[in-house]
């Protein structure tokens, strides 16, 4: 029983266009949300994050949008880069911010081609 | 900086053997965090000490499974007897505390033949 779903396992886009990943939950007690970054052979790397009490975030070319009446939240990217090819985690945590008790998704692998 | 350092990057043993993976956390940070990460499962957490005691360990899959944090800059993760279904790669993450992100290690990808 997955509570936090990515249903793109693979997403392809071309250099300087723009990647959206998406991500749904199932559970209404989360509160705060991530997204992190994975190379191969390399552990998960943060990128960024945002609290239920908005419903965008931004930092650089990475921007974050929640909708907590569908239960989903996704990020883009603009432009995408060669360099942002990588497979992107969703996580969800319920204590207000506090990541104890994080929850994944399965990932997404982004394809940029130049 | 120095980030999270796992050892060893890999192991490979038969089933019935001890394994113990290693992780020294970022100096400074009071949270320490242990995932589990294959195909059927995605990353999922094992356990998570903070200020090196054990807050929440519901993840770990059963008694084969047992983790220490002897001090805080240093943890393990012991599986005993070990057998092919552990295979996995296995992460170690820290933070300076629980609300802030995990960073996290390069992983251990064990393999029990």
């Known amino acids: 029983d997955q509570q936090v779903k990515q249903n793109s396992p693979s997403l392809s886009v071309q250099e300087g266009r723009i990647s959206i990943l998406n991500c749904d939950y199932t559970?209404?007690?989360?509160?705060?949300f991530l997204w992190y970054k994975k190379y191969p052979a390399e552990g998960p790397t943060f990128l960024i994050s945002?609290?239920?009490?908005?419903d965008k975030n931004e930092d650089g070319r990475f921007t974050v949008f929640l909708n907590k009446s569908a239960k989903h939240l996704s990020l883009h990217i603009v432009p995408s880069q060669p360099g942002d090819s990588a497979v992107y985690f969703c996580a969800a945590s319920m204590y207000g911010g506090s990541q104890g008790n994080l929850i994944f998704g399965k990932g997404t692998k982004l394809s940029v081609k130049p | 900086d120095a980030g999270v350092i796992q050892s060893p990057r890999h192991e490979v043993t038969e089933m019935g053997q001890e394994v113990t993976l290693r992780c020294k956390p970022i100096?400074?940070?009071?949270?320490l965090f242990w995932y589990r990460q294959t195909m059927m499962r995605g990353l999922e957490l094992l356990i998570y000490f903070n200020n090196n005691v054990p807050i929440d360990d519901s993840g770990m899959p059963e008694d084969r499974f047992s983790a220490k944090m002897p001090n805080a800059s240093f943890s393990t993760l012991k599986i005993q007897p070990s057998e092919p279904r552990d295979s996995a790669v296995y992460f170690c993450a820290s933070s300076l505390n629980r609300a802030q992100p995990q960073h996290f290690g390069d992983g251990t990808r064990l393999s029990i033949l």
């Open positions: 945002i609290s239920s009490i908005k």
């Open positions: 100096s400074g940070h009071n949270s």
């Open positions: 559970n209404s007690m989360f509160d705060y």
